[in-house]
């Protein structure tokens, strides 16, 4: 089946230590995404590529960074993670879009951080 | 800018009660309209979507919803809840950006069945 997969499910870095979490996929979207989401809130989109475009939200602090190296492949780097920043990470992907054309986003299961 | 507006944190129904869980949006155009759901530790499931055309809406699971844009609403709806619906829903709507899609969520409901 055709899937978004997230490695780890689960993980513990300590504070200040960078961190990367992993996203794959085999649906072939060209666009990825990733959403940051807090205990018992809503998932934040922190940024997102559009093939090899890189599109920032303008509130997504510098500590987080994003490579995607090929289509299938997308990282998330956190360079000095805060206690502040535990939280799942959700990975998700979809076709590109226009005006006319909304494509629904396929999500990952989800990396549940923690930071000591 | 867009935003969406859950309005009940928690709600617990009885296993087999009907369930009704609203969402309100803001948006300047013609809204993409979407509820996921969300089990304790695991990713988001989507449990349908509204783009156009008819504005009741099937989904997965038993679930419907009707898009109503003179209230700015796109409420949640099943029937009769079974105990495996306990979860936390969030409605969301869709905006684009940068060649791709943004999906700006709501705050989230949390269900809660009692058998």
């Known amino acids: 089946d055709a899937m978004v997969i997230q490695n780890p499910r689960y993980q513990v870095t300590q504070f200040g230590k960078p961190v990367t979490l992993s996203c794959s996929q085999t649906l072939n979207h060209n666009v990825m995404y990733w959403y940051q989401q807090k205990s018992s809130q809503a998932p934040k989109l922190l940024f997102h590529y559009y093939d090899k475009d890189f599109n920032n939200e303008a509130d997504t602090p510098d500590n987080f960074q994003s490579r995607r190296p090929n289509t299938s492949f997308c990282f998330l780097d956190i360079r000095s993670p805060g206690l502040g920043d535990a939280a799942m990470y959700l990975c998700a992907t979809s076709r590109s879009g226009g005006l006319s054309s909304y494509n629904e986003q396929f999500f990952g299961p989800g990396t549940r951080l923690t930071v000591l | 800018a867009q935003s969406v507006t859950q309005p009940d944190i928690h709600i617990t129904v009885s296993e087999g009660a009907s369930l009704e869980l609203r969402c309100n949006y803001s948006?300047?155009?013609?809204?993409?309209l979407f509820w996921y759901v969300q089990s304790p530790g695991q990713g988001l499931q989507l449990l349908l979507k509204y783009f156009s055309g008819d504005t009741l809406v099937q989904g997965i699971k038993g679930f419907e919803a009707e898009f109503k844009r003179s209230q700015s609403s796109f409420n949640l709806r099943k029937p009769s809840v079974h105990w495996s619906d306990a979860a936390e829903y969030f409605c969301?709507?869709?905006?684009?950006?940068?060649?791709?899609?943004?999906?700006?969520f709501g705050t989230g409901t949390q269900l809660k069945v009692e058998l």
């Open positions: 948006y300047g155009a013609t809204p993409y």
């Open positions: 969301a709507v869709g905006s684009f950006t940068g060649g791709g899609n943004k999906l700006t």
